[in-house]
């Protein structure tokens, strides 16, 4: 049966496709609608940061550099030809030197403001802030090329360059001056955690430029000058060894986020002395905040009858071989490694080869492969005859393993 349509309904047909092709563009609308709305929120969702890059520590041995010496060809040519002929294959080269100074120009804000003083605050252009070595850049990509290992040395609370630009920041005299020490020289307050930001933030530019270690110097308190006339601003309850231990924790979480290496350097008394020698380090709660710990066991700087050593100076190999041994001892059960300075520089007396190499020496029958030579001059005069002997040394213990794994002649059998 074919239904009859009226004219009514043909006349209404129209009228009932523009509502049904109205509602069709209306969820066509809604439905882009929906998807033009998700897409900012999808937006605004940050991505997912990588990973931080994990830290790559070598078995470093290492000679230190200044950031004039990193600035000068002749020099760099004479370094990186000791280098070549030599076990030497990292460099320790200062971003921010004990007197303050940054080696080369920086990007942190409180740096740019130090240097915007250069022509008005004579520290700051007596130590050369900012333009020790100005292509930096250039010899961070040679060291890769070669791969030699830059280690940043950073010094952190001996600074007279900062504080003369923000005095707020300084260690300050009684009367409310700046302190100075003997050689007046103002200082950075360990309290103040301005400072502690300050030095971090230096640390992680330098990563960025290619640094894989940053090494903290002076982590302490002042040891000379008028003591007693010390004033610290914003000074907590916390012990000074707290302070010191407190900052490391703080550099750490940030240079590890940045991908470095962190270590630092302490007095090699530090391995004798039971408490914090009045400047804020002692060597086991240090060694829990780094992943390297730098004693400076330089000979010269041990007394007369340490360790029962009449003079240590004279005696390098059996100095530095019992403050090692003491200094394992002292961090162990950390995850923390020795990594020695060593005496490269003459003092109480003139060193040679074989004194060097009896530090190098002490320093491996310690069962550690990894040290750091000091000249403050950067001449490494000696050096490479000290590894000389290394050579000779090694050539004779291996001759010696190879007589005693040799069997005999066998003896004959006796007769019945």
Same mark, same amino acid.
């Given at each position: ?10 006349? $209404?047909?129209?009228? *009932? ?8 563009? @209306? ?26 890059? =994990? ?18 060809? =002749? /020099?760099? !040519?004479?370094?990186?030809? #000791? ?21 080369? &120009? ?6 740019? !403001? ?24 250039? #010899? ?27 005095? !707020? ?15 007046? !020289?103002?200082?950075? +307050?360990?309290?103040?955690? %301005?400072?502690? %930001? ?7 530019? $330098? ?18 000058? =008028? ?21 490391? =924790?703080?550099?750490? %979480? ?7 290496? *962190? ?21 086991? /709660? ?9 004693? *400076? ?25 019992? /403050? ?33 190499? $009896?530090?190098? &020496? ?6 550690? +492969? ?23 040394? %090694?050539?004779?213990? @291996? ?18």
């Amino acid at each position: 049966m074919t239904k009859k349509i009226t004219p009514l309904a043909l006349a $209404a047909a129209p009228l *009932m496709s523009l509502l049904l092709l109205q509602g069709c563009t @209306k969820t066509v609308s809604m439905v882009g609608s929906t998807a033009s709305t998700a897409a900012p929120d999808a937006a605004k969702q940050k991505p997912t940061p990588p990973p931080a890059p =994990k830290p790559e520590p070598i078995e470093a041995r290492a000679i230190y550099i200044t950031g004039w010496t990193a600035s000068g060809k =002749k /020099s760099m !040519e004479r370094i990186m030809a #000791l280098i070549d002929k030599t076990p030497l294959n990292a460099v320790v080269i200062d971003v921010k030197d004990s007197d303050g100074a940054i080696t080369y &120009k920086s990007d942190v804000p409180l740096a740019k !403001e130090v240097m915007a003083h250069k022509g008005k605050v004579k520290e700051i252009g007596q130590y050369g802030y900012g333009s020790r070595a100005p292509k930096i850049d250039n #010899l961070m990509a040679e060291l890769k090329k070669r791969d030699i290992y830059p280690i940043a040395r950073l010094a952190v609370f001996a600074d007279d360059c900062m504080p003369r630009v923000r005095p !707020e920041y300084a260690v300050k005299r009684k009367d409310g001056g700046i302190w100075e020490n003997r050689k007046r !020289e103002a200082w950075a +307050n360990p309290y103040k955690k %301005e400072v502690w %930001e300050y030095n971090v933030a230096l640390a992680e530019e $330098a990563i960025k430029k290619g640094f894989k270690e940053i090494q903290w110097d002076y982590v302490r308190f002042p040891t000379d000058g =008028k003591l007693l006339n010390m004033a610290f601003p914003g000074k907590t309850q916390t012990p000074p060894p707290q302070v010191i231990n407190e900052f490391l =924790k703080f550099a750490k %979480e940030r240079v590890h986020k940045a991908g470095g290496v *962190m270590s630092a350097d302490i007095f090699g008394l530090t391995v004798l002395s039971k408490n914090d020698m009045g400047i804020g380090q002692t060597i086991r /709660s240090i060694a829990e905040h780094v992943d390297y710990i730098c004693p *400076m066991v330089y000979p010269s700087h041990y007394n007369r009858g340490e360790y029962g050593i009449p003079n240590p100076d004279r005696a390098p190999y059996k100095t530095v071989f019992v /403050s090692l041994r003491d200094g394992k001892e002292r961090i162990k059960g950390t995850d923390c490694k020795i990594r020695p300075w060593l005496q490269n520089f003459n003092l109480q007396s003139k060193y040679r080869a074989p004194d060097i190499w $009896a530090q190098i &020496k002490a320093a491996r029958d310690n069962g550690i +492969n990894e040290y750091l030579l000091w000249d403050p001059n950067n001449r490494y005069t000696h050096t490479a005859e000290a590894f000389k002997l290394q050579e000779i040394a %090694e050539a004779k213990e @291996k001759k010696q393993k190879q007589v005693a794994a040799k069997p005999g002649p066998e003896t004959a059998p006796k007769p019945n």
